[in-house]
């Protein structure tokens, strides 16, 4: 792990060049998000604002300890941001269904406008993601992740799944019971799994 505390311009630095290394890797699963975020420069400027204030909060820390767990701790958020969007993508929801999902997040708004919205968060919280674990990897080599998140992630992506599951499903449907004991187990694993990642020396 590195030994001199971070510094705003060299996290955003690293940012930027990791972006442009990923929209030209084909075999990168984030390389299409960092392609079309490059190919909008109003999306991207938009981008480039929300990042730097997450790195900013990163390095008010003087401690390089404290700037390492806040670090971990945006990227666990940026993963929970992202899922929103990823559930819709994963599981297919089409239909009124996912009207019923896009209203249970944003309430009786505009559901085309909201969708949107909701896309925009997806981009931005994927591709500054993918920048947080680059930073946590290649910069920081902090060891939290690589195995820790990689765990989390499953983790939490099948709390999320459920949860999203039970609030589109039919109460009287046949797993529903069932499921909706599961959920709460799901969600202490999770909160266990991030207590640990967050602690992890």
């Given at each position: ?5 971070l ?76 899922a ?78 459920l ?33 640990q ?5």
């Amino acid at each position: 792990m590195v030994r001199n505390s971070l510094r705003h311009e060299r996290l955003m630095s690293a940012s930027h060049s990791h972006v442009a290394a990923t929209a030209r890797d084909d075999k990168n699963a984030q390389s299409i998000v960092a392609l079309r975020l490059m190919q909008h420069p109003g999306t991207y400027t938009e981008w480039e604002a929300g990042h730097s204030r997450l790195m900013r909060q990163v390095c008010q820390p003087a401690r390089l300890r404290a700037q390492v767990v806040r670090m971990r701790a945006t990227t666990l958020r940026l993963i929970h941001r992202r899922a929103v969007f990823e559930y819709l993508r994963d599981r297919r929801i089409t239909g009124a269904q996912r009207h019923r999902y896009i209203e249970f997040f944003y309430g009786p708004r505009d559901y085309a406008s909201s969708l949107i919205v909701e896309h925009g968060h997806y981009v931005r919280s994927s591709v500054s993601a993918s920048c947080s674990r680059f930073i946590g990897m290649a910069v920081l080599r902090d060891p939290a992740f690589e195995a820790p998140l990689v765990e989390y992630e499953l983790f939490y992506a099948e709390y999320f799944q459920l949860f999203c599951d039970l609030q589109l499903a039919s109460v009287d449907h046949v797993d529903f019971s069932c499921k909706k004991a599961l959920l709460p187990l799901l969600k202490e694993r999770c909160e266990q799994a991030r207590e640990q990642l967050i602690r992890l020396s």
